[in-house]
């Protein structure tokens, strides 16, 4: 009785030595050159663009790691990295710490703004407009005979972006619709997927992708098709306009290439921000969480626009003095384009 | 109406007799068909350097059914389990929101046959395999409620052996020492982001161990009562290596049939 006691209270015991942790191998030191030292292998290891860019990462490193030591304090890391990866010159690439923020932002911040959606509401949707999807979607009628929906973003739950069944029933009668994207910058494919599909005709090819897939910088997948499926659902195949700025971005320019390989699909406005990459969220050992492109995504031509951006149908901008008189020069481009269509 | 009456009263006493048959018979018969639902404690461990390199700790409940035939010479059993676990870094970090959420399935079938005996039949000595089914899915969360997606199937056949050691008459620790001879593995890119390749790969690959030490208890003719201590740990290195370590401390009621 004795011997099955101790066995009993020895099996207890034992979880509490946490053997589980025994064989792992430690984590590396969080120091200032280990984190740096960790951000740029990663980056090395999985970034896409490095051969489309032209950029000699291998240079870049020799040019940085001398600045880092033990003694860099955190503010002088955080400047470091982010003007490390700012030689990426893309959109996708982040770093987040408790306090600051990198970016890269050139893609739109140098461009005309060419949007106020203030200006729509007041000057445009005159008969009123309604908000849904928790202010993912405004929209209202332009005309009498042409919608107006505006997305701003494809960040959100599916459920709200579910509200576009509801939207598209009130304009299912209507000849046209002008859907507008400008300033959305992106979000999830799912929730932008979701949208077009109710504008499919039928199942379209809008883009190829390659995966970086192996330890060198060119060691990228075959291209892989992406292909849209119709929704289920009745598909709003009438003459669409879709407007664009530079703001148009990620998911969104996902959006853009979906929606412009539907024939009755006219994309107006200004060419949109030029990124593609499909980011992934990884961390340092301090903690700190940075993005990093994953993939190289291209037109169904199989040309790259990383960098470049989605030239559209229409290419028209909004000079200041027209924004300042409340004028949209794009939305009425896009109201006389349908009207064309419609005759 | 009177003759539906008869038919339901005849199959009453049909059951019933079914019933006490069986229980007579088993009064001359061993019990070989044992049913267990096994709950406890799962301290894990992982390090998955394809998505972080940091380890991540924590601890849950797992649960567990297993089912048993204990024959004299031969041994079958299935086992399903699952847990859903929520393990924080190692590393204090500034951001208090990273986190992973660590689901995990296993389903496994062995097979032992009776190898041995020892000291007049006090230890015996069974040896077999298992065919052991593992999916571990981790949703790890860095910032802003966002989450990235790691993980692995892994689908293999194990060398196994089992030491028996009779304390008593009611008492009994066992033994068992099971690693994979080859092993089917889907290990998807990062954030589930790529084409996927599965992979057949062997030990020098793929490296993972069970133990178990196992105290059985005979409460009853019909009820058994064991405690478990488990140790799991495996490793696999392609894209970029994954370490897991588990313990579990299980207790499970056994019903035997």
Redo the contacts between chains.
């Keep these: 009785m004795r011997k099955v006691r101790f066995i009993s209270l020895s099996l207890v015991l034992m979880i509490f030595c946490s053997c589980q942790g025994l064989l792992i191998e430690p984590d590396p030191e969080n120091t200032p050159e280990k984190n740096f030292e960790i951000l740029w292998r990663e980056f090395d290891r999985y970034y896409s663009y490095f051969v489309y860019k032209n950029i000699d990462w291998y240079e870049i490193y020799n040019q940085y790691r001398p600045l880092v030591s033990t003694q860099t304090s955190d503010e002088e890391l955080f400047t470091i990295l982010s003007s490390m990866l700012d030689n990426l010159q893309d959109g996708h690439v982040n770093l987040y710490t408790p306090h600051w923020i990198y970016a890269y932002e050139a893609w739109w911040r140098d461009y005309p703004a060419n949007f106020d959606l203030d200006i729509i509401r007041r000057n445009y949707l005159t008969s009123g407009y309604t908000i849904a999807g928790g202010g993912i979607f405004t929209y209202g009628r332009l005309t009498d005979e042409i919608g107006y929906i505006q997305i701003s973003s494809f960040v959100g739950p599916e459920e709200a972006f579910l509200e576009i069944y509801t939207i598209l029933e009130e304009f299912r009668d209507l000849r046209g619709l002008v859907v507008d994207i400008r300033d959305n910058s992106g979000g999830s494919t799912k929730n932008s997927d979701l949208i077009a599909a109710r504008f499919a005709d039928q199942k379209r090819l809008y883009a190829y992708v390659k995966w970086r897939n192996g330890p060198e910088h060119d060691d990228l997948t075959e291209p892989l098709e992406l292909v849209i499926e119709p929704s289920e659902e009745w598909k709003y195949v009438k003459p669409v306009a879709l407007l664009t700025n530079r703001r148009v971005f990620s998911a969104a320019e996902d959006f853009v290439l979906v929606m412009r390989a539907f024939p009755h699909v006219t994309v107006i406005g200004d060419i949109t921000g030029g990124g593609a990459g499909n980011p992934i969220l990884r961390e340092l050992p301090n903690g700190w969480v940075y993005r990093l492109s994953r993939w190289q995504e291209l037109t169904p031509e199989m040309e790259m626009y990383e960098g470049i951006g989605l030239v559209p149908d229409v290419l028209v901008g909004i000079l200041d003095e027209d924004l300042a008189a409340g004028k949209d020069t794009i939305l009425e481009t896009a109201i006389t384009t349908l009207e064309f269509f419609f005759n | 109406m009177a003759n539906h009456i008869n038919k339901s009263r005849l199959c009453i006493y049909f059951i019933i007799l079914i019933f006490l048959q069986t229980l007579h018979a088993q009064n001359y018969r061993p019990k070989k068909n044992y049913i267990g639902l096994h709950t406890g404690?799962l301290?894990?461990?992982?390090?998955d350097e394809l998505?972080?390199?940091?380890?991540y700790?924590g601890s849950g409940v797992p649960i567990q059914l297993s089912y048993r035939f204990m024959g004299n010479k031969n041994r079958h059993s299935v086992y399903l389990s699952y847990s859903k676990l929520k393990l924080s870094?190692?590393?204090a970090?500034?951001?208090g929101q990273?986190s992973l959420d660590h689901f995990q399935v296993d389903l496994a079938y062995g097979y032992h046959h009776y190898l041995a005996s020892m000291f007049r039949e006090k230890v015996k000595i069974y040896l077999g395999g298992v065919w052991d089914n593992h999916v571990s899915v981790r949703e790890?969360y860095?910032?802003w409620n966002?989450y990235?997606i790691s993980g692995e199937l892994i689908s293999s056949l194990d060398i196994s052996a089992i030491l028996e050691f009779k304390?008593?008459k009611k008492?009994q620790?066992a033994y068992q020492l099971s690693f994979p001879i080859v092993a089917f593995i889907i290990r998807p890119?990062?954030?589930g982001?790529?084409?996927v390749i599965p992979k057949i790969t062997t030990l020098d690959r793929f490296v993972r161990f069970k133990n178990s030490?196992v105290?059985e208890?005979t409460l009853s003719r019909y009820f058994n009562v064991r405690?478990?201590?488990q140790?799991i740990?495996y490793?696999y290195p392609e894209s970029q290596r994954v370490?897991s370590?588990?313990?579990?401390?299980i207790v499970e009621i056994v019903f035997k049939l």
């Design positions: 404690v301290s894990s461990s992982i390090k998505a972080s390199p940091l380890t700790k870094p190692s590393a970090l500034p951001y990273h790890l860095y910032i966002d990235e304390i008593s008492n620790l890119p990062y954030a982001k790529g084409p030490l105290l208890h405690l478990i201590y140790y740990y490793q370490q370590g588990m313990d579990h401390f």
